[in-house]
């Protein structure tokens, strides 16, 4: 049970990091200090911080999308996978739900947990984003946690691939690249972040089950560890 509750944990810190940093200092919020670039780097360092503080745990997918990669490779079981998700979601609400508490009354006008959503008519284009974006930061993961990756480095490469990743996509969708991240904010949102959540379910899976697809197909590795 240590390794899902530490799945739990670390995907519960990246929500309340990550979507506080759009919520309290983001751009247009009531303290608008960091922008886009530094709500970038707010989920960046959090997966980098969660990755080397429990990633002897579990392996620190705190990713329903990473953990359907590493599943796909071959790396896990379908047991561990489910449960991994379930309380990755678990945790997302956890994290959603200490921030919506917080940002409750801080006066920002557009998210008090910084739900994904897009623009009325974008619903193709934000699917594309989500799709692309998500299977290029699995691929990066299954990358350099392979047998012959750079394992010392992972959580850093990890980290500074999934804010390259929200550099590009936050003017598209908020980023989400991570169903659990969307979960669950748009459950204290409500209104349109529930109506679109199907999109940021549906298009990173199909970004990471493309991911492990042609992971499998490029790696000569033979033994594949566990991520």
Sequence with gaps: MKK???EMIGTGVLVLMGCGAAVFAGAGQPFDSVGTLGV???FGLSVVAMAYGIGSISGCHINPAITLGVFL????SGKDAALYMVFQVIGAIIGS???WF???DSGSTTTLT???GFADGQATVAFVAETVFTFIFVLVVLGVTAKNGLNSFAGLAIGLALVLVHIVCIPITGTSVNPARSIGPALFEGGAALRQLWLFIV?????AAIAAFVWKGITVEKDITAA
């Design 4 to 6: 899902y509750f530490a």
């Design 40 to 42: 970038a780097f707010a």
């Design 73 to 76: 490779s071959g790396r896990m």
């Design 97 to 99: 739900s200490i921030l």
């Design 102 to 104: 917080l940002a409750k």
């Design 114 to 116: 910084g739900a994904n």
């Design 203 to 207: 298009a990173p899976f199909l970004g």
